[in-house]
């Protein structure tokens, strides 16, 4: 299932990136939510985006979709950039991005039945013919396993969480959209729904032929569903690869960082003391040069005077490092 | 393969708590007592009731007869017309002047919210500065310049209840734009309208409906208070104030003149307040998770 | 064990009255645990398994029943009289708790909560408090903790205020520390290190602690014991390694096989457990498990299974159809 995600000519990126910077101000001060990130996602990829609290991916994923303006940068969705549009326009082509949500109860308005929620994107959209549009909710919610009957006529809070994330889903599948953004679509369910949507979710890809950026804190779960993965420490991206080699082989001292801290389900495996590494600073101050180096046991004086730029570490491996576990070059 | 959940018709839903189950027996004495005010007031003409600006110097202050139901006032007028038609005068300030206050003040209130930043500042400053005013002050200025009249009194009304209204709509609009689903309908790319009028005002509504209801009990104490100092309704359009205010000279006589519309206006605004809470009562629950 | 139990609790049922009829929240739990070790429980949401900690505390809401026995170093905590419970929590029993915002008292600073403990308790006067504070702060790994007594805790980060909320726990020598979800709250950099710091606290202490998560892969290497909670019912029981080698529970196999492995491939299909965990006010006649399970047959739909032991020592679980085959670890 390896793509060659390489920047070949031949198949340009869904989703291009560029130099994304995005702040806004809380009390008096700025928070560097974003800064200079650039990314692509090939058609028909799951690219995994992953970090801690704090590092800036949901607030990347808002930007996208321009519900947070971002300060600079473009977004270049297939070809246009989604940053330079406004209203109309922009509306537009909010029907080929959809975006799901960590929350899937609060993403539901309460007071609204489930077939009008899922039919409102249709509504907008402007497909007229009420018939037309049932049809197309039912198929939707067939689709991820609900059976309509049943679901249509009640209100959010008569579901559970998994099943208000098949609902959430459903409404994001049904105008037959592109390209998906996956915000934390997992971490709020039951460990064994997660597995049930996380396997709807390769499903609904394989099906609608979508791509997908799946952002999450949970690295196996992104590693589970994705092709390629970024790293994000602090508003910056750390590492960028395919998912088997980036696991496998970590460049950046922080993705190492990462990989160890997960709580292995094996007895066997006595997790290793760990070095206090202390706390990730305020994306609101964030450190000069590598963001990482205060935590990072490899920093060094270039560290805090350069900002390490993502450079080529293995094929189709970056990273952004001045001392990567693996040499460059 | 998606694995798919089972059928759902056991599991799904448990059908949402009775609500009903809540409503006691006062909520109903309230409704009931509601019902009938609003019914007297509604067909008061087709009622067998003498006139209530007739008056019969002859007969005045009588004790309660078979012909004067409720007897007659200082001015030999029928006091129990003078009640029901008195009670037309008070709900419908009662229920206009709110009416006023929860389209402007929730309107205002639901766009400051939502929007936020500059315009958001301009109405709660404007509001703040509305707020500033005594109101009593600011009616008897008005009614002082404008004439004593229904409808100044209505408009007046209104226009005092405009900031709290505002208030609640904005407080229940802040913190339900945040909700994601609010963000989900921005990312369907629904318009601010269509955002504000389907996703936000539901929710919105039936805490501003509560209010509203206060509202009405509010206001008929307001303008109790008004006419009963005589700078509401004019004469000789009765409200229960007036006809308290007229009471009070004959307290030693026939103190049944003031007391009566008293209790009449005690019992209606106690129903909506009762009904008031109680729809309140019942919307904060339904935010809640399972 | 050797030693008598610390705790033991025994036949505990937590019943809740509510709007839609009678929820039992804990169906006849028993669970021991020696000074000194940790026990893991385990479970998804709805199983019961904070219910259980509440019950241990005698901190249930008013309207819950509770029938059993907890008993704590030799009394019998459900019995026991409010003032002298009082006296027992904080002291040698104590919590941390998963959401450390909402645990500390947002009004009052680190200082006061740490100070206020431990004047309660130990009867220390302000001098010997403030300077044991800071000796506990610098503890749990806190930098700067004579600063830290001064601030507010939204000031700190979620991890420090975790620290905090342990330091507060520990700051008395509990004998006992029940643990619920403290690092689900938390960055997983942080949560190593948080559970690293119990870890070391509780070896050092000589304290028991009881772990309770949904992250089987938070308990596997940090615990002695585990127990399995689905519907209120502990339905598995073993040492550590017994039970993730030696699994006899269907729902623990599943569990585990539903948890995404760092080092499986991308795009492996989930084995996912289907339907979901089982709506409390709507006993399910049976085994509760039985509507997911792949090996469900007849009697499981009939009665209930009850704990019984398994060939090793201090293995037993619930079930009328257990896995036989040694399971491996990764699925």
């Known amino acids: 299932m390896m793509q060659d995600t390489r920047q070949s000519s031949s198949r340009d990126p869904l989703l291009r990136v560029e130099h994304l910077v995005v702040e806004y101000a809380v009390g008096g001060k700025t928070v560097h939510a974003v800064s200079d990130v650039s990314l692509q996602v090939a058609r028909g990829e799951t690219l995994g985006l992953v970090g801690e609290s704090g590092c800036g991916k949901s607030t990347l994923g808002r930007a996208v979709l321009q519900l947070r303006r971002p300060v600079s940068g473009r977004v270049l969705f297939d070809g246009q950039d989604l940053a330079a549009m406004h209203g109309d326009t922009l509306r537009q082509m909010r029907r080929r991005v959809q975006l799901i949500f960590q929350d899937p109860i609060a993403s539901l308005n309460p007071r609204r039945r489930i077939g009008e929620i899922i039919a409102e994107p249709l509504v907008i959209a402007g497909v007229k013919d009420p018939r037309k549009r049932q049809e197309l909710v039912c198929e939707v919610l067939s689709a991820v396993g609900l059976d309509p009957g049943l679901v249509t006529g009640r209100l959010p809070h008569e579901f559970s969480g998994g099943q208000c994330q098949r609902i959430c889903i459903a409404r994001a599948l049904v105008l037959n959209p592109e390209f998906i953004i996956c915000d934390e679509p997992v971490s709020a369910l039951d460990v064994s729904i997660r597995a049930q949507i996380l396997n709807l979710l390769e499903d609904m890809k394989a099906r609608f032929g979508l791509t997908l950026l799946f952002i999450a804190h949970d690295l196996a779960v992104v590693k589970a569903v994705s092709d390629r993965v970024a790293v994000m420490y602090l508003g910056r991206l750390c590492e960028v690869g395919p998912s088997e080699q980036l696991f496998a082989r970590p460049a950046h001292p922080y993705t190492a960082l990462l990989i160890e801290a997960i709580p292995v389900p094996d007895p066997d495996v006595r997790p290793a003391e760990s070095v206090p590494v202390g706390e990730p600073p305020s994306p609101m101050s964030p450190p000069s040069g590598c963001r990482f180096r205060t935590r990072c046991p490899r920093a060094d004086q270039r560290c805090i005077d350069e900002v390490p730029e993502l450079r080529p570490v293995a094929p189709d491996q970056f990273v952004a490092c001045h001392h990567p576990l693996i040499a460059t070059g | 393969m998606a694995t798919l959940e089972l059928s759902i018709d056991g599991d799904v839903a448990v059908s949402p708590i009775r609500r009903t189950r809540r409503l006691g027996p006062l909520f109903w004495a309230a409704i009931a007592w509601m019902s009938f005010v609003f019914a007297a007031a509604a067909f008061a003409g087709l009622l067998p009731l003498p006139s209530p600006t007739d008056m019969d110097m002859l007969e005045r202050r009588t004790p309660m007869s078979a012909l004067h139901w409720l007897g007659t006032d200082g001015l030999g007028r029928d006091e129990l017309a003078r009640l029901v038609y008195g009670a037309r005068v008070s709900l419908t300030v009662g229920l206009c002047a709110p009416i006023i206050g929860i389209t402007i003040g929730g309107a205002l209130g639901m766009l400051a919210g939502y929007f936020r930043g500059r315009f958001e500042t301009l109405v709660v400053g404007s509001m703040d500065v509305l707020l500033a005013f005594p109101p009593l002050i600011l009616a008897l200025a008005v009614t002082a310049y404008l004439g004593q009249s229904l409808l100044n009194l209505t408009c007046i009304l209104g226009v005092l209840g405009i900031p709290a209204f505002m208030r609640v709509a904005r407080a229940a609009t802040l913190t339900l734009a945040r909700r994601e689903f609010v963000i989900a309908a921005q990312a369907l790319g629904a318009t601010h309208a269509r955002i504000l009028l389907r996703e936000l005002l539901p929710n919105v509504f039936l805490p501003l409906l509560a209010f509203f209801l206060l509202g009405v009990a509010i206001t008929i104490v307001v303008e109790g208070a008004l006419s009963f100092l005589g700078l509401g309704v004019p004469p000789p359009i009765s409200s229960w104030g007036s006809m308290i205010g007229e009471g009070r000279e004959s307290l030693e006589i026939a103190p049944r003149l003031a007391f009566i519309p008293a209790i009449t206006m005690f019992l209606t605004v106690l129903s909506f307040n009762l009904v008031g809470d109680t729809l309140r009562a019942l919307t904060d629950p339904r935010q809640g998770a399972l | 064990m ?330």
């Open chain 3, 2 to 331: 050797t030693e008598p139990a610390l705790l033991s609790v025994e036949g505990v049922t937590v019943d809740l009255p509510t709007p839609r009829g009678n929820l039992r929240a804990v169906d006849h739990v028993d669970l021991t645990i020696g000074a000194g070790r940790t026990l893991g429980v385990v479970g998804e949401s709805g199983c019961g398994k904070t219910m259980l900690s509440r019950a241990i505390l005698q901190l249930l809401p008013k309207k819950a029943k509770l029938s059993g026995r907890v008993m704590f170093d030799g009394q019998d905590l459900v019995r026991l009289q409010p003032e002298r419970l009082r006296k027992l929590r904080g002291r040698s029993l104590a919590v941390v708790f998963q959401d450390p915002m909402t645990s500390l008292n947002p009004v009052l600073t680190i200082g006061t909560q740490l100070i206020e403990t431990l004047q309660e308790h130990l009867e220390l006067d302000g001098v010997a408090a403030k300077r044991r504070s800071a000796e506990l702060l610098a503890a749990v790994g806190i930098p700067a903790p004579e600063q830290r007594l001064t601030q507010y805790p939204h000031q700190l980060s979620g991890g420090m205020r975790q620290r905090v909320a342990i330091a507060i726990a520990l700051s008395c020598e509990p004998k006992l520390l029940i643990a619920d979800e403290p690092t689900t709250a938390l960055d997983v950099t942080i949560q190593a290190q948080i559970l690293d710091l119990l870890a070391r606290e509780q070896r050092r202490r000589h304290m028991a602690m009881i772990l309770i998560t949904h992250d089987l892969g938070v308990v596997a290497g940090r615990t002695d014991e585990v127990a399995v909670m689905y519907a209120g019912r502990v339905v598995e029981r073993a040492p550590t390694p017994e039970l993730f080698k030696k699994m006899r529970m269907p729902y623990t196999e599943a569990l585990l096989a539903a948890i995404p492995k760092i080092d499986a491939a991308p795009h492996t299909p989930l084995p996912a457990i289907p339907g979901r965990p089982p709506d409390p006010t709507r006993p399910i006649q049976g085994c509760s498990f039985s509507p997911r399970c792949r090996y469900a047959a007849g009697r499981c739909y009939r009665e209930k299974p009850v704990l019984a032991d398994a060939e090793s020592p201090g293995h037993q679980y619930a079930c009328f159809h257990p896995i036989e085959a040694a399971a491996g670890v990764c699925a």
